[in-house]
């Protein structure tokens, strides 16, 4: 009865929070648009008795889903997302791994202060930290100034409202995600290995790719879905630094429901951008699991 | 261990012709202000297998560490094959370890493990294989190639490790404690084990250890290590037999040692030296190689299975003392009894169980009289 109860907490709370919001998300998207209150129809009449809710059924339809297909700005806002996170990504492994390799060979006494460094910006809230980039990199911001003044370049570079920007602000936000796991997997590896590679005939630059890299894989794997999975969906960093050429389903999902009160389509759009997130969500998972296997 | 031939016994330490593999000449290594090795001159020579002894921190690791290369000495030279290596990474020295957590690569099966060194060299893929193949069949592991190594058991993974550093073949074959993780039974398989292999592939051989019995064991040679100076380089026999220090005796295996001055006795020319060790009690006869000033302080070492130990004094013993039975550990082959004696001196006696022990001689507070040679013992300077 204990453990029943245990196990029921984390499905409850699923239940709760995700599956039931999901459902409703779903049938809105099934739904018509309409000049009401709430904006589509049908809605759910119990007075109707049995009747009523065959009607509410037979009104349901897919149809904002086959629109979805007929615009071509929605498959190309999920493809150029994908896209971005993609990039970001990989641009996050580029800097995070070096950081991480650098936590976990610093002296230990260290390593909780170097840790607490990766968090600290957690601290501050996220909109007012991208908000500050639009200092760094406008025009007249800190980072052309300080170009311009080191006589590197005459003219300002245009950096904000281009996808370089948003670029850099995933990659500035999720980057302590990407270093996290990284960092765990660096910091349980064993030094003697190293050595070992280095005394079989390795130096050490291929040391470090034929033990360390293989070793922190699965840092590497779960780091990258960290960031890649929130990323795609990402609304705030494409909105404050992107441009007009910036194309991201979060903005698309975001002026479908509060520009067009277009509630239905933008309920369409949120249930495919799901179904898009479940297939690494799942691999992700897969790594995890492969890892309790591999330490088990 | 490994003999040229059966009549010539091996010991190229003492022919002054023989070069030695490996020579230490004055090295000193410092980490900051500690001296972990302190002037160290040693040679070890081919086909040898040497071992290094001493309690943890002694420096014995950092020995073996410089052979290896990841650390250089801060004095001194070290030469291998006649070269000074102090400029020869790792990856470049003929010399591969066996490294103590085995530091087997957990993302590759135990193929790969042992290929992994012949690969770095660009062997054909043909010979890597064959290569493989032998270190499989020489550690019997040729049914878990495919494994990876949390799927095979502390031993098996023991050996992993020696035939990856065997693999590439190497002038010398560091162990850094290769049998520290393996339970008692299985450590004596692997000891014999280890000379069989060395023997069959003709390699140098040194080992780290903590451990005086697998010294004892598996060593040609034994140096035994304190504070970062070697106290004694000899073979096992000569270092029970005749240790060079009180450190060394008390070191390698049970011992008795008890202080006195000593008394040469003039002109005998056996070397014979009585030891005055108490008030009323007469002195130890005993004999030596060394020179002993009358009234210089010594001490008398001698080894439990050396005293002999009766119910009636015995006639024509050199020593013989009375006491009372303190205590007996049984260890079923061996019983240890420890008399005291009426000084308060307390010594070990060894005896082997040829009888069962219901019908053992002696019991707890029994009278006694323990007895030994003129040289059953070894006399020793500070």
């Known amino acids: 009865m204990r453990r029943f109860a245990l196990i029921a907490m984390p499905y409850a709370w699923l239940l709760a929070l995700f599956l039931i919001p999901f459902l409703i998300v779903l049938k809105i998207a099934l739904s018509d648009y309409a000049l009401s209150i709430p904006p589509y129809t049908p809605t759910f009449d119990l007075s109707q008795g049995w009747q009523g809710v065959r009607d509410f059924f037979a009104a349901l339809d897919f149809e904002n889903f086959v629109f979805l297909t007929t615009d071509d700005l929605y498959w190309k806002a999920y493809l150029s997302s994908v896209w971005i996170a993609a990039v970001s990504t990989f641009l996050a492994l580029l800097v995070g791994y070096p950081i991480a390799y650098g936590m976990a060979r610093a002296a230990p006494e260290w390593r909780p202060t170097l840790l607490m460094l990766v968090i600290l910006p957690f601290w501050t809230s996220f909109l007012i930290r991208v908000y500050s980039w639009i200092g760094i990199l406008s025009g007249e911001g800190y980072l052309n100034q300080f170009l311009m003044g080191l006589g590197l370049i005459d003219a300002p570079l245009t950096i904000l409202n281009t996808n370089i920007a948003v670029y850099i602000g995933i990659v500035y936000t999720y980057l302590p995600f990407m270093i996290l796991p990284i960092y765990a997997t660096l910091e349980k590896m064993d030094d003697s290995l190293l050595e070992a590679a280095e005394d079989l005939g390795c130096s050490r630059i291929s040391a470090f790719w034929l033990v360390t890299v293989p070793l922190s894989k699965t840092g590497i794997i779960a780091g990258c879905f960290l960031v890649f999975i929130p990323a795609i969906g990402e609304f705030v960093i494409p909105s404050l630094l992107g441009g007009s050429e910036t194309l991201m389903i979060g903005k698309v999902l975001w002026e479908e429901f509060f520009n067009n009160r277009d509630w239905p389509v933008a309920s369409a759009v949120a249930t495919v951008l799901l179904l898009i997130l479940v297939i690494p969500i799942v691999l992700f998972q897969r790594n995890e699991q492969k890892q309790r296997e591999a330490e088990g | ?382």
């Open chain 2, 1 to 382: 261990m490994a003999q040229p031939s059966p009549q010539q016994v091996f010991a190229p330490w003492e022919d002054p012709n023989e070069k030695p593999l490996i020579e230490f000449r004055g090295v000193t290594k410092r980490f900051g202000d500690f001296t972990a090795i302190d002037d160290v001159s040693l040679s070890i020579f081919r086909r040898e297998f040497f071992a290094l002894l001493g309690p943890s921190g002694c420096g014995k690791t950092t020995l073996m560490r410089m052979l290896a290369g990841f650390e250089a000495p801060t004095e001194g030279t070290i030469l291998l094959d006649g070269q000074d290596i102090a400029p020869v990474p790792p990856n470049k020295r003929a010399v591969n370890m066996m490294f103590q957590s085995y530091a087997l690569f957990p993302h590759l099966s135990v193929w790969e493990n042992i290929a992994f060194g012949l690969k770095r060299d660009r062997m054909e893929k043909d010979r890597i294989a064959q290569r493989v193949d032998e270190m499989l069949r020489l550690t019997r592991l040729e049914k878990f190639a495919r494994r990876k190594p949390h799927q095979i058991s502390g031993g098996q993974r023991q050996r992993v490790a020696l035939a990856r550093s065997l693999a590439k073949a190497p002038k010398l074959l560091l162990l850094d404690e290769p049998l520290g993780a393996l339970d008692k039974k299985l450590r004596q398989d692997t000891q014999f084990e280890l000379m069989d292999i060395q023997e069959k592939t003709g390699t140098t051989f040194v080992i780290v250890t903590h451990d005086q019995e697998e010294a004892m064991t598996v060593a040609s040679r034994v140096a035994v290590m304190d504070e970062g100076r070697i106290i004694q380089v000899a073979t096992p026999d000569v270092i029970y037999e005749s240790p060079a220090s009180v450190y060394v005796a008390d070191f390698i295996g049970d011992v008795n040692i008890i202080e006195g001055r000593a008394t040469p006795v003039p002109d005998d020319g056996e070397g014979r030296v009585n030891v005055a060790w108490a008030e009323g009690q007469p002195p130890i006869r005993g004999t030596t190689r060394r020179r002993f000033e009358t009234g210089q302080k010594a001490w008398f070492a001698i080894r439990p299975e050396k005293i002999a130990i009766t119910q009636d004094r015995p006639e024509d013993a050199a020593n013989a003392v009375r006491g009372k039975v303190l205590d007996i550990a049984y260890l079923g082959n061996i019983s240890t009894y420890h008399v005291e004696l009426p000084t308060g001196h307390v010594v070990k006696a060894q005896t082997a169980n040829t009888r069962r022990i219901a019908r053992r001689a002696f019991t707890w507070e029994d009278e006694v009289w323990l007895s030994w040679t003129a040289t059953a013992g070894v006399l020793l300077e500070d």
